[in-house]
């Protein structure tokens, strides 16, 4: 794979349909931290999406989307005291990961976000998430339950 070939772009509505299936198909291994049905999955992507459509990209290859990320220019941390920038869902398609396509997509999450300030939660035991986000600059701050709040200041 070439990383030459992706490209990222922002999302529109119409991109939104293909969510729901690519974030199910990321979440198998790892079930305990994803969406229980296909429903629910639409549901919660729809919602990522109001929060900040302007935050939504997508990576392509040739036309197909196979990674996007929903952050959020707006978000208010209650962690923090303030408002900061927030990574709220990354998904790239088990086929197509370890070829920097998720380094590529919360890159452009973080120019979006212009923010000195930017939080995530992952699950505890997603520890290929952990190290990508930690080699990208995000400390491990607060563990809740089976969820693991990070942050990156610039």
């Not at 999406?49 to 220019?73: H, K, L, M, T």
Request: hydrophobic fraction near 40%; charged fraction near 35%; charge should be neutral.
């Amino acid at each position: 794979m070439k990383v030459e070939r992706i490209t990222i772009r922002k999302g529109s509505r119409e991109d939104l349909q293909k969510m729901p299936h690519m974030l199910m198909e990321a979440y198998r291994g790892i079930e305990e931290y994803g969406e229980k049905d296909i429903d629910k999955a639409r549901r919660y992507i729809e919602g990522l999406y109001q929060e900040d459509p302007e935050c939504f990209f997508v990576a392509e290859i040739e036309g197909e989307i196979i990674g996007f990320i929903f952050c959020n220019r707006f978000w208010y941390s209650k962690f923090e005291h303030s408002q900061v920038g927030a990574i709220h869902e990354i998904v790239v398609v088990p086929a197509y990961r370890h070829e920097g396509i998720g380094k590529m997509l919360i890159e452009k999450a973080m120019e979006a976000l212009n923010s000195s300030k930017i939080e995530l939660w992952v699950g505890e035991k997603n520890k290929e998430a952990i190290k990508l986000y930690e080699n990208l600059g995000f400390q491990r701050k607060e563990k809740i339950g089976k969820w693991l709040r990070m942050v990156y200041m610039a």
